[in-house]
């Protein structure tokens, strides 16, 4: 399919979801059930596809990784929403104040629409699919945009929604960056993208003028502060995993430490025990994931050469020596890196971790506070007042305190980023809500007080505004 091509199909997509939306503008629950239900036969019943295909993509993926990260994920979330759905359709009874009486209010969940949706390939099925989960459930109608990073993932999706899916339900167009700009600038009634902050001001600009209401996960560097009452092996083990899940190629991974001063290489040796454990080879263990791209893996390396360059101490995770032309990248901290360090001002996307020594909580908070707000934020210790203080003191997307990547997995807490992490949020409830119109309606009752308010003025007006405390 050409670009042009497939920039008309995607129109020609969307225009037909949107003229089943109007024919058919609220589906009721046994639709969407049914919905839900035939995506979650789609997963299950080819689970093994979709991790055959990402590995394929990835030149090696941890088949483990992507049955518990994407396939459980997915399949969790549908689960719960199915069950709860029945209560999240209902209408709300939002309290009325006295003076209106006995009239009484409603607040109604109607779908949007159109759902379109730009997915990442770093985790392209749970990225793709988990928010289709609330945008099915609230009624909405769903166009798929896969990473062309991940083309035998994106095919096999496109072919499966295909035969699960009716065309004016959900589906899926694949094509390159052009498509995917082309894409973001088309009328959705909610466009959901995750990627970088970069491309993310890109699809905001390209949204605005059809005013589409966007929800954007954009990642960031997620900071770790190790408190000084934190159990260091503890906490390393929980750090390697969190960092080394798919190679570090996830948006909310540990992007670097925050240490009491003195502890970084006493870390770094924490963590290497804690990697041999886990992946005692690299290239040709099947847990341990490859980068992306040859590109991709440029990129880390020419990280560290300037970290090495500008005075910083490499210290490998693995004694390995990998292969020429190899896509793995070993686990590697930085200790003393400087500020001005690509790797201190970008987001990392792999396994090289940072490890920045400071002076205590205050500092720690500081240093978070003084970079753009994160799209999550970890924290291990013991003490309960300085874990508040920072509770209390940073804003970040999410946490999660004595472990990583957890709180993601949290159907029933919103998942979503701030400020140049991200705006809007999903996940069970929360995406219902995101993806439907709240409507308010008021409903007058046949006897009320309200043509006291009408003209013309006077007295008694004055006193119903008073009654109403609407002056003084």
């Known amino acids: 399919m050409t670009p042009l091509t497939a920039q008309a199909s995607a129109a020609s997509l969307l225009a037909a979801q949107a003229a089943a939306h109007a024919a058919e503008p609220t589906p009721d629950r046994a ?69 209106y009486w006995p009239a009484h209010n409603r607040l109604l969940r109607q779908p949007l629409g159109v759902v ?38 994106s095919a096999l999706l496109q072919r499966l929604v295909s035969q699960y899916f009716k065309p004016e339900e959900m589906a899926v167009i694949c094509g390159d960056a052009e498509l995917a700009a082309a894409f973001v600038a088309l009328p959705f009634d909610h466009l959901v993208f995750t990627g970088s902050t970069a491309v993310g001001r890109k699809v905001a600009a390209a949204a605005a003028p059809n005013l589409t209401p966007l929800t954007l ?75 992306i791209s040859p590109r991709h893996r440029a990129r880390l390396q ?29 686990p590697t901290v930085v200790l003393n890196p400087k500020p001005g360090m690509q790797l201190m001002r970008e987001e990392i996307f792999g396994p090289v971790l940072p490890i920045v020594e400071v002076d205590g909580a205050d500092a720690a908070i500081a240093h978070v506070k003084a970079g753009d707000r994160p799209l999550a934020l970890y924290w291990f210790g013991r003490d309960a007042a300085r874990r508040e203080q920072v509770l209390r003191e940073t804003i970040s997307g999410g946490v999660t305190v004595n472990d990583c990547l957890w709180h993601f997995g949290q159907e029933n807490q919103p998942f979503g980023g701030v400020g140049a992490s991200g705006m809007g949020a999903y996940h069970g409830e929360t995406g219902f809500r995101t ?26 007006f004055e006193r119903m505004l008073k009654l109403l405390k609407l002056i003084a």
């Open 31 to 99: 639709m969407r059930v049914d919905r839900l239900t035939r995506l979650q036969t789609l997963i299950e019943f080819h689970a093994l596809e979709f991790v055959q295909a990402i590995a394929q993509d990835f030149g090696q993926r941890s088949s483990h990784e992507t049955l518990l990260a994407e396939v459980g994920m997915v399949s969790s979330a549908i689960i719960g929403t199915r069950r709860h759905l029945k209560r999240w359709m209902r209408p709300r009874r939002p309290a009325t104040a006295l003076a």
């Open 116 to 153: 379109g949706i730009v997915a990442p390939w770093n985790y392209p099925l749970q990225l793709s699919l988990g928010p289709a989960v609330g945008a099915l459930a609230a009624g909405n109608r769903v166009l798929i945009k896969p990473s062309e990073l991940t083309p035998v993932f």
């Open 217 to 291: 996960e954009l990642g960031g560097k997620s900071p770790v502060i190790i408190d000084a009452s934190a159990d260091l092996a503890v906490a390393a083990a929980r750090i390697a995993f969190g960092k080394l899940l798919n190679a570090g190629q996830t948006c909310i991974a540990p992007d670097y430490l925050l240490v009491p001063r003195g502890q970084g290489r006493v870390l770094a040796e924490a963590l290497q025990r804690e990697v041999l454990r886990m992946y005692p080879t690299l290239e040709a263990n099947p847990d341990y994931t490859a980068i």
């Open 302 to 330: 020419q990280m560290l050469d300037e970290a090495q360059t500008q005075g910083a101490t490499l210290v490998p995770l693995s004694a390995e020596q990998l292969a020429a032309g190899s896509r793995k990248f070993v």
């Open 435 to 460: 993806f439907s119109k709240e409507k308010p309606v008021f409903m007058q009752s046949r006897f009320n007080g309200i043509a006291l308010l009408h003209p013309p003025y006077g007295a008694t």
